[in-house]
């Protein structure tokens, strides 16, 4: 009786390990970017968004979001092994390849490491490389020694000249993996010391976060600000889910226990938030004046889910908690509640993300980063399933 009921256990917890089933999404997820692909013939511009009158809202390569869509092409080739998603993911990957001269943005990681990134790791492409190494150069440019941190916009609003986002957290994977590749320890020491003062001046003693922090020329605060959040002192959901995975990323590049612990205490913060719906996908942010009545962000559950995936592998009896957390978001996520049917949502895999309603912009909409991290977080939960 004692090995039966232990059997049964066991066949419970692999039942629960398994409850969402990949290769069906993905499969669902091949029909809609086919369709997606069918009504993009060419890649003059990045698919992003969708317009308030249901058209397609694309944009320039130059754009932020630019490697999001090559890069969620490059995940259905590495779960399918189709050849027509490495022909599609090359394609609209070249499309980004300018961009590794831009000095203009700090969002080369995004742009670049989604992209090429992928490509270089999925198919060894050399040229792919080369590629990368000219982005992390790119990126470099934009740090300032005096600061101490990677400038974000070149402006901001107040006349400010150095403003340093949140989201420049997740930026830094490229340079970390510019700094193995060639030898120069450059790329790895602007990493860590961005990462160390973010970790100084853009977090709370409750470890909610800032979204913007603007610097003078010595790098002195001036001015904490929110932009795409509710107000100064809230925490925006998408980049709180930023500063999460950014710093498990840290972790990872360095093995240095001081980001393992920050990466634990801000993910507490989110998870153990009291306006964290059941479902555990946010209101675009913690401190939404009107909830319950406020759109959720279901690309901040998606990235959070994506990067719990892997905090849980590092956190050990705390990771339990990390991976079940997780795996809710990616069981809400793959709802009806959020996941589109075939023909909805422009051919979009999320429903329901926010780009940033104080700025009436970009409001319960889709957004492509919410399918890639999507896809990228049902990936690291197949792959954790098959320990």
Known sequence: ????????????????????????????????YMRMLADHPDTSKTIHSAKPDGTYRDLPSSWWCSGFFPGSLWYLYENTKDVKWEKSARLWTAAVEKEQYNKGTHDLGFMMFDSFGNELRLTKDPHAKKVLIQSAKSLASRFDPKVGLIKSWNSF??????????????NLELLFWASRETGDPTFHDIAITHADNTIKNHFRSDYSSYHVICYDENGKVLVKKQHQGYQDESTWSRGHAWAIYGYVTMYRETKDKKYLDFAQKITDFYLNHPNLPADKIPYWDFSAPNIPNEERDASAGAITASALLELSTYSGAKGKRYYADAV???????????RAALGENNNFLIKHCVGAKGLNSEIDVPLVYADYYYLEGLLRYQRHNKK
């Open 1 to 32: 009786m004692k090995k039966m009921m232990i059997l049964l256990s066991l066949i419970s917890l692999g039942a629960t390990a398994q409850k969402i089933d990949v290769n069906k999404q993905f499969a669902l997820a091949g029909q809609q």
């Open 157 to 170: 609003k107040g006349g400010f000249t150095y403003p340093v986002i949140i989201d420049n957290m997740m």
């Open 328 to 338: 809710k978001m990616l069981e809400s996520l793959s709802s009806p509640a959020y």
